[in-house]
């Protein structure tokens, strides 16, 4: 059977039990096609690009899916259906993942760095001096030689 990723995005102001109620009965659909759901990630609450439809925010699920296509087919159709869907993507994978995917393993990669002192950044005790820079202009003048422009005539 072929293999595929589907990620979809809930609305941001539903709780996590329902968006996993969801994802089991996506789980289900593909189930009752005679497929199976290899593994499913949660990747949390995260701010999208764009708004959409009113949402600054969205649940962010990944199903990895082991299933003929019809049964694909009939879960993107109910995921269609479904009002706190805001947008899904299914892709067709050739193998399917044995590892966490970039977004579970970022997430362990920014809890690691808040732990200790992170060891790509230089110190910052090694930098030139930039020396003194002198005074900065006062008054009306706040920057830069203007001399060559004209006045702005206010109406």
């Known amino acids: 059977m072929p293999f595929y990723e589907h990620v979809f995005l809930a609305r941001q102001d539903l709780a ?3 968006v996993e109620a ?3 009965a996506f789980s289900k659909i593909i189930a009752d096609g005679k497929g199976a759901v290899a593994s499913h990630e949660y990747w949390g609450l995260r701010s999208i690009a764009y708004r959409i ?3 600054r925010k969205a649940h962010y699920v990944m199903l990895a899916i082991d299933a003929p296509a019809p049964a694909v087919a009939e879960l993107e ?3 269609a259906l479904n009002e ?7 892709v067709r994978i050739d193998v399917l993942p044995t590892e966490p995917s970039a977004m579970t393993r970022r997430g362990d990669r920014e809890r690691s760095d808040r732990d200790g002192p992170r060891g790509d950044r230089p110190d910052r005790g090694d930098r030139p001096d930039r020396g003194d820079r002198g005074d900065r202009p006062r008054g009306g ?3 830069g030689d203007r001399g060559d422009r004209a006045p702005r005539a206010f109406a």
């Open 16 to 18: 996590t039990a329902q």
């Open 22 to 24: 969801m994802t089991e």
């Open 53 to 55: 439809a009113k949402n």
């Open 77 to 79: 159709r109910q995921v």
């Open 84 to 90: 706190d869907i805001i947008r899904f993507l299914t």
């Open 141 to 143: 003048d706040r920057g």
